[in-house]
């Protein structure tokens, strides 16, 4: 994928991450380029081949820019659009630079996070968590994976593709993924995470959410 270019915009130059069903890569916005800006990235998330051809798992990356653009947050990443070239559909987000909160979890073993530091961002979790439940959107695959830390202290969390809405009514339902599947990669939940409601296949609540975040602050 490195030195790809995207619908003749969007130039890969290198991988940043990987996960059950997609690859996230670092690319330069030539448009933005273009245009004079100092520092044209953007991240771009890119469904593994072997999913390109599985309708659910094209409509969980819809989802999750779709319901996340729809989050205003400062602590939510900012998705910017969804789209295809060819077989390889991607969805394009806002750079950031630091580390995931799970590299940071690893590499303060085995005393934890200072506590000032574990404070700050288990409050900008909990900012974010609130508002997206003000929203009425549940996260249910909350990790340290799926939350960023960046250089300059800010908490941004991402990856809302299995996010739920808590009425089921919303309009915006319609775009979620209403199956089960078998494929593991297209789960809703991470196990280590979920709560025993999850596991129980019950319909998800804030709780889950509540549940994950403890998790979390119990690992920094």
């Keep these: 994928m490195i030195n790809k270019c995207f619908n003749e915009r969007y130039l890969i130059e290198s991988q940043i991450g990987t996960g059950g069903m997609s690859d996230v ?18 991240a771009i998330k890119v469904l593994q081949t072997q999913f390109s051809d599985m309708p659910d798992a094209q409509q969980i990356l819809i989802n999750e820019a779709l319901q996340t653009q729809k989050l ?46 574990t404070k700050a961002i288990i409050d900008q979790i909990a900012d974010a968590l609130a508002y997206a439940h003000s929203e009425g959107l ?15 202290g ?28 078998n494929n593991s990669a297209l789960n809703g939940h991470t196990p280590a995470y979920a709560s025993l409601e999850q596991l129980n ?9 509540i549940y994950a975040f403890s998790c979390i602050i119990y690992e920094l």
Excluded at 76 to 102: Q, T
Excluded at 142 to 152: A, H, Q, V
Excluded at 160 to 178: C, I, K, M
Aim: net charge negative.
């Design 154 to 181: 800010k908490i941004k969390i991402f990856d809302f593709g299995v996010a739920r809405y808590l009425t089921l009514n919303d309009e915006s339902y319609q775009y979620s993924v209403q199956e089960e599947t």
């Design 138 to 152: 549940i996260h249910t695959d909350l990790k340290p994976s799926n939350i960023f830390l960046t250089r300059k």
């Design 72 to 117: 205003s947050h400062p602590n939510i990443i900012r998705v910017y659009d969804v789209n295809s070239d060819g077989d390889y559909h991607f969805m394009v987000m806002e750079w950031l630079d630091g580390e995931s909160l799970d590299q940071i979890i690893n590499s303060s073993k085995p005393i934890g996070t200072a506590f000032e530091k």
């Design 25 to 42: 890569y670092r690319a330069v916005d030539l448009h933005l380029k273009q245009a004079g800006v100092t520092e044209p990235f953007v």
């Design 201 to 209: 296949g019950e319909a998800p609540s804030k709780q889950d959410d």
